[in-house]
């Protein structure tokens, strides 16, 4: 079975760091591009950030671009969102999410992990 | 980026009844086109990818169809674990977006 389990959210100040983590299990980690996509409260979801089998190709929405690095360590099959400068406008549950099969330079989503939550506040 | 437009934002139902979810794209997206479910307090499920192609163990009621610009959900025989919110979502260009959500729920 298929589990991503994120962790590492909670409560920071604008301007802070923040370092999400996303343990993966069930599938051949390394076989797969993967994800982080946020869903401010009571909104829609947003692709965040995107990074390739090896981790040598990432990719940003541009709101984030500068300010969050997306990792991965395939002997570990853990994934990683380091967020630096945070905003209130990142104030969101985060999902780590498995990227589908794809010809396109996009990709759907075929299993998310049950999110957690960022919260940027003074 | 592409815009992807759900409609309508809200919809409500009787258990049996079929209803119809539309997702609308800016551009031509060539069929790329997922649809997700997202249940209270869950994370979004995947349902249906390439605008038809039903996910593995998702009821043989929920259908995709639509080319172009043009998309929809179809639910056959509503079913009270139906209620949920439902995402469309772009994956022919990069960023990947999504529409807005439909919220469904029971009359």
């Known amino acids: 079975e298929v589990q991503l389990v994120e962790s590492g959210g909670g409560l920071v100040q604008p301007g802070r760091s923040l370092k999400l983590s996303c343990a993966a299990s069930?599938?051949?980690?390394?076989?797969?591009?993967m994800a982080w996509v946020r869903q401010a409260p009571t909104k829609g979801l947003e692709w965040v950030a995107s990074?390739?089998?090896?981790?040598?190709?990432?990719y940003y929405r541009d709101s984030v671009k500068g300010r969050f690095t997306i990792s991965r360590d395939n002997a570990k099959s853990t994934l990683y969102l380091q967020m630096d400068s945070l905003r209130s406008e990142d104030t969101a549950t985060y999902y780590c999410a498995r990227q589908g099969s794809s010809l396109t330079g996009s990709s759907y989503f075929d299993y998310w992990g049950q999110g957690v939550m960022v919260t940027v506040s003074s | 980026d592409i815009q992807m437009t759900q409609s309508p934002a809200s919809l409500s139902a009787s258990l049996g009844e079929t209803v119809t979810i539309e997702c609308l794209a800016s551009?031509?997206?060539?069929?790329?086109l997922a649809w997700y479910q997202q249940k209270p307090g869950k994370s979004p499920q995947l349902l249906i990818y390439y605008a038809n192609s039903l996910n593995d163990g998702v009821p043989s009621r929920f259908s995709g169809s639509g080319s172009g610009t043009q998309y929809s959900l179809k639910i056959n025989s509503l079913q009270s674990e139906d209620v949920s919110i439902y995402f469309c979502q772009q994956n022919y260009d990069s960023p990947p977006t999504f529409g807005g959500g439909t919220k469904l729920e029971l009359k």
């Open positions: 069930g599938f051949t980690f390394s076989n797969y591009d």
């Open positions: 551009e031509d997206i060539y069929s790329n």
């Open positions: 990074i390739s089998t090896g981790g040598g190709n990432t």
